[in-house]
């Protein structure tokens, strides 16, 4: 029943086309999926992954015209994505000028290799060294060389106002295992909270940063919407639903999203999780080698397509 890692993180955009090029052209990660919210249907759902969609490597975003996000604790704070070796860090802070994108260059938060920028809308984003652990597939139309494409999903920073409840939830309730700490200024003042998820390493942790005295965040575009840890089966799946109910814990209940099943909770200082399938997986409704060049909808959608696609502007392929 343990959790095996980060299954995705889901963020806001306001521009879906710049979105798409940037994500596609310049970090050269592959459109996965290409659906909608299946709670508010005018809103596009954006997935990028690597070349196989492999679980744990997709940032994906609902387009809202939102206002930019304000940032402040309660809140997940920048997410990493996994790159392999120095040089391919070097590749990239290049690549990142070229491309007129602003970075910190390179530098070591706990031990690894980094190097942080943001989208253009204020995503905060970190490529980091995994040393080749974790897994990774390659994207063989991807502009980026495949020695330097990203892998997946890294470590992923949060900001709360008091470690206590959050860390009693990590713990107790999803059985995360403290793995020290760590102090970047860059990051956050203070010390920052490790936590190990299933076996951990780089594409298996959050780091967990105390803000006391920091105002809320406020959603908008730039900001992450919530984090999804990795459920392998099924029956692990409906093992945590029993789980959840019988600790009672406010939840969602089960949630079929077709592509994965899904059970979303706030932890006490309000960020959102979700615990996420790894199957059926992209490949359920379009094959493996054209995923995301056209609208996927799941099977509830699919009567409603017509007037669901008259309301999304073009992406472009």
């Not at 304000?70 to 990142?96: C, E, M, N």
């Amino acid at each position: 029943m343990n959790l095996s890692g980060l299954h995705h993180v889901t963020a806001i955009c306001a521009d879906a086309v710049g979105n798409h090029r940037f994500y596609t052209q310049v970090l050269g990660m592959r459109m996965v999926k290409r659906t909608v919210n299946q709670d508010d249907t005018s809103a596009y759902h954006l997935f990028y992954g690597d070349g196989r969609a492999t679980p744990g490597s997709d940032i994906t975003f609902f387009q809202w015209p939102v206002p930019p996000a304000k940032r402040g604790t309660r809140s997940i704070i920048r997410t990493g994505l996994r790159v392999t070796g120095p040089s391919a860090l070097d590749w990239w802070a290049q690549r990142l000028t070229a491309a007129g994108v602003p970075h910190g260059g390179v530098f070591e938060r706990n031990g690894r290799l980094t190097l942080d920028f943001e989208d253009p809308e204020g995503q905060r984003l970190s490529l980091v060294d995994d040393g080749g652990a974790g897994a990774g597939e390659v994207w063989e139309r991807s502009p980026v060389p495949a020695l330097h494409q990203i892998r997946g999903l890294g470590p992923l920073a949060l900001s709360v106002p008091d470690l206590k409840p959050t860390d009693m939830v990590l713990r107790q309730l999803l059985g995360l295992r403290p793995a020290g700490s760590f102090q970047d200024a860059s990051l956050v003042d203070g010390d920052v909270h490790v936590y190990a998820i299933g076996d951990g390493g780089p594409s298996a942790e959050l780091h967990l940063a105390v803000e006391p005295g920091k105002p809320g965040a406020r959603e908008g575009a730039g900001a992450v919407h919530h984090v999804a840890l990795r459920i392998p089966t099924f029956e692990a799946y409906d093992a945590w639903a029993r789980r959840l109910a019988d600790v009672r814990y406010p939840h969602s209940g089960p949630v079929d999203r077709h592509y994965f099943r899904s059970l979303y909770f706030r932890e006490p200082n309000g960020i959102l999780f979700e615990l996420a399938t790894d199957g059926p997986g992209f490949d359920v409704d379009e094959p493996m080698e054209t995923l995301g060049e056209t609208l996927s909808l799941p099977p509830f959608l699919e009567p409603r397509r017509q007037s669901i696609e008259k309301g999304l502007v073009p992406l472009g392929a």
